[in-house]
């Protein structure tokens, strides 16, 4: 089952404009990340934000994360034809009160970006 | 730079018939899972290990799956028999240590299709 529902599903935008995508989540996490995956290929890691983090940044790479509104966005500023690929949020749960379940990230179901030259 | 391998890259074979996947994790890494990713989805996970270990294969499907990593290092996911909804991208990732906030890193993946 996929916890994460990612809007929107498709973004098109001109290289050099700022991509903004969102992703909302239903239960309780220790933590979120974002990962890439560019056409037939694997997923790269992007960047992980812990649950008492509220805003992170790596590079041209800005996420925020709202556990209130289970929530978070991944904005990437002052895009490139390169940064077109799909974007992947994935949490992972809280670890259990015996700290011997580690638990499972879950995917959700992705942005299609595309950056046009 | 390390990488998770992953062979075959593309598979084609018809249903009932038996596939594998193999996976050779960075080195070092403990963990090893494989993931399977339907066309417009997200990944799913399928199977979890620590070492050699199975720690999580509540949505394997056992009855035609199966995966071991028998020494702790590389690992194998088998389907026997292939069924047509079994077209995927299959997906092997490992990490140092489990626990989530572990970076997976991810191979290319298998895509296989069932005629």
Known sequence: SQQGEEDPQALSIQEGENATMNCSYKTSINNLQWYRQNSGRGLVHLILIRSNEREKHSGRLRVTLDTSKKSSSLLITASRAADTASYFCATGPPINAGGTSYGKLTFGQGTILTVHP | EA???????????????????????????????????????????????????????????????????????DSTLKIQP??????????????????????????????????
């Open chain 2, 3 to 73: 990488e998770v391998a992953q062979s075959p890259r593309y598979k084609i074979t018809e249903k009932s018939q038996a596939v594998a996947f193999w996976c050779d994790p960075i080195s070092g890494h403990a963990t090893l899972y494989w993931y399977r990713q339907i066309l417009g989805q997200g990944p799913e996970l399928l199977v979890q290990f620590q070492d050699e270990s199975v720690v999580d294969d509540s949505q394997l499907p056992k009855d035609r799956f199966s995966a071991e990593r028998l020494k702790g290092v």
């Open chain 2, 82 to 115: 292939a069924e047509l909804g079994d077209s995927a991208m299959y997906l092997c990732a490992s990490s140092l240590a489990p626990g989530t906030w572990n970076e997976q890193f991810f191979g290319p993946g298998t895509r296989l299709t069932v005629l």
